[in-house]
């Protein structure tokens, strides 16, 4: 507890390097923030052409907007995840030099990344009334969402930064791991299309699964969502963040002798 | 007197592996292996109490111990035996410009390595003036860091240390910063820092800035203490013995030296 007081007292460091992060990502391009934008839109063109023009058979209603939602929900999860695992490791000069809570960093990561995907929806909402979606009340629901996936990403980064001042292996590991994650998330799919019997399990195992299909049920649709659907995956998101936390704040006091 | 600082037998063990698993893969090689792996004692039972006001130098040959010293007072590394106490606001000098960044401006440098620091954002706007006053950086601080000479950028770093209200301050061999007036206003800032607050604790091979700037010294060889005393004196007992250690023929069976002073078996490393 002592631990989490201090984090949180450094909190003005935490935006300071979630501002750098933004700050650094785009200041050597001609385009800058509009990347952020721009790049989900180019992947939701390159999607469609996939599934509607060169695979026919895809009754998917909506399909841009629906593979949009999914691709701006997986980017901020593997960009997240990608960047926490060097989170500790690549700050290893500053870990050796300044005392600091080291939560900061794989925190920082996630945050910086949730900012870029909080922007990013800036560009969904002309598009669903473009689609002729129109924004229900459930939408009140969405923060509620965004702050579960960020809850179930810290413990990821939390678990992952750790891990990989130890073993170094991790970042290939992980590298591979994103990928089978990516085609196991109904970013460009449903659930219920791909496995029909193993719907519930699937939604169990992947947190990320409810978190899209969340964003697809409320946005698309304007629905809202089950409680017991909603709380259980948020249940699950607060687990991996406490486990993922104990686990960094055990190995945290090693960081300055492994790096 | 009031202790700001306390170490009471305070170790430090390293553990060397020869051949560590960075890996899974070595990992895997050394399960098999005999475990090939040697302790080290950095630091060997230190005792060792600062006091406010004091300004405090640490000398020692290369590998003493005494940056593994200055690491655990900033909390950088933990102590394998024996307790350290500390009241108060520590900062630690180890490094100029940690985090800094050659793509942010002098100005969101000052704030990124300023909250890495700890020091808030309101002491940050309300110094911010100050700080790059004091750098001489007025021309160049909406300039992007990579665009700064070394020098440029020592400073910077060393103003925004300074302008930190610790209540200990660290300082590891970093003074050789600038020029010599630049130097000056360092030194003197440093004397009027400790003065007002705190402690000062500072490692450096310079003698005569320990001579000069220090009130108290210890003397470090092999992690444990061979000396603690007023610093001019401390200073001259590690010169002589350094001045001996030269003198005395390598396999020297003269050994005169008095107390826990040991013969090392090290010769004088460069630099």
């Known amino acids: 507890m002592n631990r989490l007081g201090e984090f949180i007292r450094y909190r003005e460091l935490l935006s ?39 695979m026919r058979n ?35 000069p500053l870990i050796k030099k300044v005392y600091f809570p080291r939560e900061v960093l794989p925190t920082s990561t996630v945050l910086s990344n949730m900012a870029n995907f909080l922007l990013a929806l800036i560009v969904l909402f002309p598009l669903l009334l473009a689609f002729g979606i129109r924004p229900s009340a459930a939408l009140v629901l969405i923060p509620v969402v965004i702050a579960g996936q960020a809850i179930f990403l810290l413990g990821l980064a939390f678990v992952l930064s750790a891990v990989n001042v130890f073993f170094r292996d991790t970042l290939m590991i992980v590298d591979v791991l994103v990928l089978a994650w990516f085609f196991l998330t109904p970013v460009f799919y449903r659930i219920e299309d791909l496995f029909p019997n193993y719907t519930r399990l699937m939604y169990w195992l992947n947190p990320m699964a409810s978190y899209i299909t969340s964003y697809r049920q409320i946005l698309l649709n304007g629905e809202w969502l089950g409680y017991d659907f909603l709380l259980r995956t948020l249940a699950i998101s607060v687990m991996v963040l406490v486990g993922g936390y104990a686990f960094f704040a055990r190995s945290a006091h090693l960081f300055g002798e492994e790096l | 007197m009031n202790a700001v600082m306390k170490a009471e037998s305070l170790s430090k063990r390293f553990t060397i592996y020869h051949g560590k698993p960075r890996s899974f893969q070595e990992l895997w090689v050394n399960m098999f292996r005999s475990s090939a792996r040697e302790d080290f004692w950095a630091l060997h039972d230190v005792n060792l109490e600062v006091h406010l006001g004091e300004t405090l130098g640490i000398v020692g040959a290369n590998g003493s111990g005494k940056s593994t010293l200055l690491k655990l007072l900033a909390r950088i590394i933990e102590p394998t035996t024996g307790k350290l106490t500390v009241t108060g606001r520590v900062s630690a000098l180890l ?67 300074l302008s930190l209200d610790p209540d200990i301050l660290l300082i590891d061999e970093i003074l050789a910063v600038g020029d010599a007036s630049f130097q000056r206003k360092c030194m003197d800032r440093i004397r009027q820092l400790t003065r007002h607050v705190g402690a000062t604790i500072l490692v450096s091979h310079d003698l005569s800035l320990v001579r000069n700037l220090c009130t108290r010294a210890i003397w470090l060889q092999n992690g444990t203490m061979a000396a603690d005393g007023p610093a001019s004196q401390v200073v001259s007992i590690y010169l002589e013995s350094e001045a001996r250690r030269y003198q005395t023929p390598p396999n020297g069976d003269t050994q005169e030296m008095p107390g826990p002073v040991q013969e090392t078996p090290a010769s004088p490393g460069p630099g």
Do not use: Q
């Not at chain 1, 050597?28 to 469609?48: A, K, Q, R």
């Not at chain 2, 992007?144 to 020098?151: D, M, R, V």
């Open chain 1, 16 to 54: 300071t390097l979630v501002v750098r992060d933004l700050k650094l990502r785009y200041r050597n391009s001609l385009l800058g923030f509009v990347w952020s934008l721009l790049n989900p839109l180019l992947m939701m063109l390159v999607f469609t052409t996939v599934f509607t023009v060169m």
């Open chain 1, 58 to 92: 895809n009754g998917t209603p909506n399909f841009p907007i629906f593979a949009l939602i999914g691709i701006l929900a997986w980017n901020w999860c593997s960009s997240s995840v990608m960047a926490s695992v060097n989170s500790v490791v690549g700050n290893a």
């Open chain 2, 95 to 161: 490094e100029l410009g940690a985090g800094f960044h050659p793509d942010l401006t002098g100005k969101e440098n000052i704030y990124l390595n300023g909250a890495l620091l700890g020091i808030p954002r309101k002491v940050l706007d309300r110094k911010f003036d100050e700080i790059v006053d004091f750098a001489e950086l007025e021309r160049f601080i909406y300039t992007p860091l990579k665009h700064y000479s070394a020098g440029m950028i020592m400073r910077l770093g060393f103003t925004i240390s």
